[in-house]
């Protein structure tokens, strides 16, 4: 059952005759109940296997990039939802994922330039272009994932270096030679200890050696 608080001018939680009452993000709701169905049709099908794709794909990221990176921009919807929502057209069954984006926003992005194995292949060394922009600064912070598509593995570099130095290290990588990666590189702005801006990241697909 449905209560009403704060009288019948304030907030509804649960179901109140035909509508239904929450909050999220400290915003308040009210929409229309609507039975659930789940006819479970091919469309339904193909879109529950992205969302599955898409969610194992970033869940190991979450804490390190989207709470920390994304949530501090958003209004609506959490970080996770911002990148499920942008990318999960991109987590079909043969996708190459060179589209998917996992931080968003207004800072001048770190493109990466090239992708080298060093330590026998075991680390890899990422150039990127350190060029400002029209918002970019030398001591921006930069950060590199690689995602293995082989094994599902992470390996992250979390502010690891500074857009000056125009290259980041990412270590223990150890793929396997025919090792589907991808690589990802974003610079974050701070004024003191404060998160202020963010960029789109890049993304470089690579297979290993």
Not at 58 to 76: A, C, Y
Not at 185 to 208: H, M, R
Request: hydrophobic fraction near 35%.
């Amino acid at each position: 059952m449905g209560k009403l608080r704060s009288g019948i001018l304030g907030n509804i939680r649960g179901k109140v005759a035909g509508v239904v009452g929450g909050q999220w993000k400290d915003v308040n709701y009210l929409r229309e109940y609507v039975k659930p169905a789940n006819p479970n049709t091919t469309a339904q099908q193909t879109q529950r296997g992205k969302m599955a794709r898409a969610v194992a794909f970033v869940k190991p990221i979450v804490g390190t990039v989207l709470n920390v990176f994304m949530d501090p921009f958003q209004k609506s919807m959490s970080g996770f939802n911002r990148f499920i929502k942008s990318n999960i057209q991109y987590f079909i069954p043969t996708g190459t994922l060179s589209l998917v984006k996992i931080t968003e926003g207004k800072l001048y992005p770190a493109e990466i330039d090239t992708v080298t194995g060093v330590s026998s292949g075991k680390d890899f060394s990422i150039d990127f272009d350190d060029a400002l922009g029209s918002n970019g600064n030398d001591g921006d912070n930069i950060s590199a994932l690689c995602y293995n598509h082989t094994t599902g593995q992470w390996t992250q570099n979390i502010n690891g270096t500074v857009r000056s130095s125009g290259t980041i290290t990412l270590t223990d990588v150890n793929p396997t030679a025919g090792d589907k990666l991808n690589f990802f590189v974003f610079a974050a702005q701070y004024s003191g200890t404060k998160l202020v801006s963010v960029s789109d990241s890049s993304n470089k697909p690579f297979t290993a050696l």
